[in-house]
């Protein structure tokens, strides 16, 4: 870990004052409005937060399916949280930097944090196919020390073609699955994504019944 590596967090209080939960949460739209108002979110060095549950890092977190199946990983040595080495995952995100050029106080940051969410996938892996892009669900795990200082917000990527290729090293193993398929291996997923798995049905439903991402739209 870069010791002066500066990532995108919030308070843990202000997360308790919209409602502690821990799993998978669907209301999301309540959390967003609070998460992202002027002055809330904030750039820490990663070292301080890293293990202080005071603070929650933000993780955007995508999922991508195509034609009933879901792509997913093994995180492989070069992975940059090293804690997750090993396990599959059908998450591709990470932590949210300055020099994604996303401005706190914008007065519309649903454009600049969909762009961050954009530039963290590309760095990860090549999706070479038109996408909807909708917020299903927040996740939140206090049962270990990863989860409790991270809070994810999930994307589900509905793509029209599986053309999705790995960018990273720290990627391998990178095939589409069925829920079915990763039910049978869940023992070797990543606590989000074993999290994920259990609701890749409603997650779908909340999909065709949303439209796409308008993170803090007016008139939701």
Request: proline residues 3%; aromatic residues 10%; negative net charge.
């Amino acid at each position: 870990m870069n010791q002066k590596e500066q990532v995108l967090v919030i308070e843990r209080k202000v997360f308790e004052r919209v409602g502690i939960f821990n799993g998978l949460m669907f209301d999301v739209d309540r959390y967003l409005r609070e998460i992202f108002v002027q002055g809330v979110p904030c750039f820490m060095n990663r070292s301080q937060v890293e293990k202080n549950p005071d603070y929650k890092q933000l993780i955007p977190y995508v999922i991508m399916s195509y034609d009933g199946k879901y792509l997913s990983y093994v995180r492989g040595k070069r992975a940059g949280e090293t804690r997750l080495v090993g396990n599959r995952s059908i998450g591709i995100g990470g932590h949210i930097n300055p020099a994604d050029d996303m401005p706190l106080f914008y007065t519309d940051f649903s454009e600049t944090y969909l762009a961050a969410v954009d530039r963290e996938v590309a760095e990860e892996v090549s999706v070479e196919t038109s996408h909807t892009n909708h917020i299903v669900a927040l996740l939140n795990d206090e049962s270990n020390e990863v989860g409790s200082v991270h809070l994810g917000i999930v994307h589900y990527w509905a793509l029209d073609a599986p053309n999705v290729n790995k960018r990273e090293q720290m990627i391998t193993q990178m095939a589409f699955m069925t829920s079915a398929e990763l039910q049978g291996v869940k023992d070797t997923l990543e606590t989000w994504s074993g999290l994920c798995v259990d609701h890749l049905a409603e997650m779908e439903n909340r999909r065709k019944s949303a439209r796409q991402v308008d993170v803090f739209s007016k008139d939701k």
